[in-house]
């Protein structure tokens, strides 16, 4: 079955270290790939995308991403944490620019 | 220019009682997206909605149901309530259709069905 797996459910790290938010996806095609983000009350944000080329992804607020076809992973990651990242993050797929399926999400938590 | 707005962000129904969800997207964005979110199931995607056609339809029961006008405004109904139907209710706008461009979300609306 058509699935996208956050393994992680809850992460606590310190301010300043760096993060890796792990996402696997299981198709038989490369998906479009997305991480999003969710603060308390509010609703998702774009981090970054992937549809083609280049594999290490830039996105907004210093986080990047790097497909890797051969894992079937898009890991979220960001070399220093500010207390302000602390959020729910989501990894979303999509099949033929379709409808957006979102994995179960992960918590991250910071502490100064 | 203003972001996705959706009204109400919070209501209240009884069980069986039906209610409708708003959601205004960005100014020239043809796009409107609706998912559900809970604690259980987590991000699920509702329905897509592209200048006034339903052109994408998730698993959801018949209950759920939507439109969206020609100025590209769409409402979410749900009818006859049940208590599985608490949830986050989230629109995200766009200017193209499905993933072809960035969605853009609003709060939500938090529907509490007792």
């Known amino acids: 079955a058509q699935s996208v797996t956050q393994p992680d459910i809850h992460i606590t790290v310190s301010e300043g270290a760096s993060l890796e938010l792990r996402c696997n996806y299981s198709?038989?095609?490369?998906?479009?790939l997305f991480w999003y983000v969710q603060s308390p009350g509010q609703g998702l944000q774009l981090l970054l995308k992937?549809?083609?080329?280049?594999?290490l992804v830039q996105g907004i607020k210093g986080f990047e991403a790097e497909f890797k076809r051969s894992q079937s992973s898009f890991n979220l990651r960001k070399p220093s944490v500010h207390w302000s990242d602390a959020a729910e993050y989501f990894c979303?797929?999509?099949?033929?620019?379709?409808?957006?399926?979102f994995g179960t999400g992960t918590r991250l938590q910071v502490f100064p | 220019k203003a972001g996705v707005t959706q009204t109400p962000r919070y209501l209240i129904k009884t069980r069986g009682q039906q209610v409708t969800l708003s959601c205004s997207p960005i100014?020239?964005?043809?796009?409107v997206s609706w998912y559900q979110q809970t604690p259980g199931q987590g991000l699920q995607f509702l329905f897509e909605?592209?200048?006034?056609?339903?052109?994408n339809k998730g698993n959801f029961p018949g209950r759920f149901s939507g439109r969206q006008f020609s100025n590209s405004r769409s409402e979410m109904n749900v009818s006859t309530l049940e208590l599985g139907d608490s949830a986050l209710y989230l629109c995200?706008?766009?200017?193209?259709?499905?993933?072809?461009?960035?969605?853009?979300f609003g709060p939500g609306t938090r529907l509490t069905v007792t």
């Open positions: 995200a706008s766009s200017g193209l259709a499905g993933v072809n461009g960035e969605q853009y």
């Open positions: 198709y038989g095609a490369t998906p479009y």
């Open positions: 992937y549809f083609s080329g280049d594999t």
């Open positions: 979303a797929v999509a099949i033929n620019t379709d409808k957006l399926i």
């Open positions: 100014s020239g964005h043809r796009s």
């Open positions: 909605y592209f200048s006034e056609t339903q052109r």
